[in-house]
């Protein structure tokens, strides 16, 4: 296994601790257009996500968010966060739907800081919300953080 | 095969405009068989590779979807003042790869008419283990590794989980991407 590149970031290792917040992001309203963009994006044209008609059919109460969508809005968390090379492992469970107009908040909390072949990294949780609280997704990340000295 | 109730023609009509499908409907196909359970002899089973090439602007394309405006991940120019060599990957960008890289399977899918709203993303995670930059080839082979039915009270569902590990250009192990997937029956 190879190391990922060292870059620069701006949270060194000394410096987290247990039980710390990351930074939290609020997103914009989701829209429709942003669905139809991310279908485009991703390569993802489940018409679940853009076409109204289906999600009356299928009983969803119209259109639903890409799930990959909402973890991409956690993923933009732990990038501000950490930067995106020092990502090692970062995963989700999908446990709602997302609508329009619907206003995700990611949040996360650090859980463990340790050292693996030298490498000093942290383990975290992380969770996307709505305006209501009803969580969406949930999952953990692993991040690799350079040292002061 | 996959029933929900749906309106056929438009589907079908539909299906027609969309290329690129996911893997995991065409695994739905696959597996189902003829038999209400699943076939769990399938497990380990592995498909053909595909090859993806890692592109800058398709990462700048999903960055700019998702609203992340941190310009390391829409130019060069920004990525490298902010200290990487080039674009890095965004953090969702193996999804990328996937839908774009391993497109024949959602041919196969389309093919024998399956109906893919039956299936629900249930769980999505990545292990990064070496750097991935815009140019890059990356390889994918994509393996079922567990797969389960489960009978509930309105019909059962069958419970998939796939990997799909790359390789890039010079044969390194480079990232795995695994994904459970609920496909109701």
Redesign the interface.
Known sequence: ??T??Q??TKVYFEDVQVGDEIPKLV??MVTHL?LV??A?????????HT?P??GE??GTGGIIAH???I???V??M???YV???A????????KGMTHLDDVITCTGTITEKFEVNGEARISGKVQAADQNGDVKVTGTFVAALPRRS | MLSFALDNDIIQARYCFYGTWSCYETFAAILKGSTDMFDTSKIGQSFPPFTIEVERCKIHELALAIGDDNPIYHSREAAQAGGYSDVPLFPTAPTLFTFWGNTKMGRHLIDMGVNVMGALHGEEDYEYLAPIYPGDILTGVLTLVDGKTRKGQTGSMDILTIEVRYTNQHGQHVLNAREVVIIRG
């Not at chain 1, 485009?40 to 679940?48: H, M, Q, R, T, Y």
């Not at chain 1, 990502?87 to 999908?94: A, M, N, Q, W």
């Open positions: 296994m190879t990922n590149a870059v620069p997103k914009s942003q963009r991310y485009g994006a991703s390569g993802d044209f489940n018409p679940l076409d008609k289906i059919m299928i799930g990959m969508l973890m991409g809005f993923g933009q732990l990038s501000d930067g995106p090379t990502l090692r492992k970062f995963g989700v469970r999908f």
